[in-house]
């Protein structure tokens, strides 16, 4: 599986923040997952990708360095922010013409297509498009000049879950085209346990975990017993998420032990969400996990 994405303790430093020595790869065929608390470096690393902002220090390497013209990697690589870039005075028409002009391998078919499946009408403002509609007109933007990779900036921000479902479906469908990639990044978990094959997790400028989602799933589990119990188990490495003086509930990778220390405690398989606010939490035995 080829790379096509390759950041090599790439640093940025701010007078109140540093994105600090981020090394991560892309594969292809992957839809990768870029997962952090609001302020966490997202976007800061998206703009350096982009070329957007300058990096201190550190190496980009587009697909495996294939393409030596800029332009060519330019061409190949489709966006999607947050924060838009349209002229709200503008028709879609008269924004898609501004938008093509600058991409050599523009497909007209591909972006007409896109305009149907997404029921929108090039006769109409940007301004008057809901933040749902001007994110599919984006995704159409992005789709329609032959990109292999997709880099999207929390495309599903303040969507309903109707139209988030159809954009994640459109990006499954995308990535099992040959050699194309997905890396999407957002701060809402359950987008991502349902799409993603990889993850990766930034926190206060830093990666601390890059895996297959399925394994990062697989590793941990909820676990549930007395306060008895988080006695026996206290040397095993847990992060307690609620106690009372009924009982616990915690996180852990090693519950294989603690389910042979304590065979009648309960253990339930964790989610996404439950991994990412334990690994981004603010936790007292900060060398769990």
Not at 53 to 67: A, C, M, T, V, W
């Amino acid at each position: 599986m080829n790379t096509v994405l390759d950041i090599r303790n790439v640093s940025k430093h701010f007078s109140d923040f540093t994105l600090a020595n981020i090394s991560l790869e892309l594969k292809e065929n992957c839809i990768t997952g870029f997962l952090g608390k609001n302020g966490a470096g997202k976007t800061t690393l998206i703009k350096i990708i982009l070329g957007l902002l300058h990096k201190d220090s550190g190496e980009i390497i587009f697909f495996s360095n294939r393409y030596k013209n800029i332009e060519t990697i330019k061409n190949k690589i489709g966006v999607v922010l947050d924060d838009g870039y349209f002229y709200d005075n503008l028709n879609l028409k008269q924004m898609k013409n501004i938008i093509a002009s600058t991409y050599k391998e523009w497909d007209e078919t591909t972006y007409k297509n896109y305009l149907k499946k997404f029921r929108l009408n090039e006769s109409q403002l940007i301004s008057s498009l809901s933040k749902g509609m001007k994110m599919k007109y984006a995704l159409a933007l992005a789709l329609s000049h032959g990109a292999d990779l997709l880099i999207m900036d929390e495309p599903t921000s303040g969507l309903d879950p109707e139209i988030r479902k159809e954009l994640i479906d459109i990006l499954s469908e995308y990535v099992q085209e040959e050699g194309k990639s997905v890396f999407f990044s957002t701060h809402i978990t359950s987008d991502l346990e349902r799409c993603a094959d990889e993850i990766v997790i930034i926190n206060n400028g830093k990666i601390i975990e890059q895996s297959n989602k399925d394994d990062m799933i697989e590793s941990y589990r909820m676990v549930k017993g007395t306060l008895d119990d988080l006695e026996r188990i206290s040397s095993k490495s847990i992060k307690i998420l609620d106690q009372t003086k009924y009982g616990f509930t915690g996180i852990t990778s090693d519950y294989e032990e603690i389910k042979q220390c304590i065979p009648k405690i309960i253990l339930e398989k964790a989610s996404l969400e439950d991994i990412f606010l334990a690994k981004t939490g603010e936790i007292e035995n900060e060398d769990y996990i």
